[in-house]
């Protein structure tokens, strides 16, 4: 909900102030990247490669990585459905 809020305001300012929609709503976004979900993925998977293979340590891996994952995916759509719906040029009915 938030990268679609970010996404509207992005295009609004970026037509206010003639510039490029990425201006206001690339460095509104990256303080929302999941970097703890992402740091702790790596960190199981170089205990993986340190200590050997133990289903705890996957698991651990595989979630953080899959949350991670997750929540990058739904930014970049929440960022692009505003351009998709403000710019369309067809009626959507």
Do not use: C, N, Q
Not at 16 to 31: E, G, M, N, S, Y
Not at 65 to 78: D, P, T
């Amino acid at each position: 909900m938030a990268s679609i809020l970010i996404g509207s305001i992005g295009i609004y300012w970026s037509r206010r102030f003639l510039a490029h929609p990425k201006v206001f709503t690339v460095a509104a976004v990256i303080p929302m990247f999941p970097g703890v979900f992402a740091y702790k993925a790596m960190i199981a998977m170089v205990e993986i490669s340190h200590l050997g293979y133990t289903t705890e340590l996957f698991e651990t891996m595989i979630t953080y990585f899959l949350r991670a994952s997750f929540i990058v995916g739904a930014l970049s759509i929440g960022l692009s459905l505003p351009a998709l719906w403000l710019y369309r040029r067809k009626p959507s009915v």
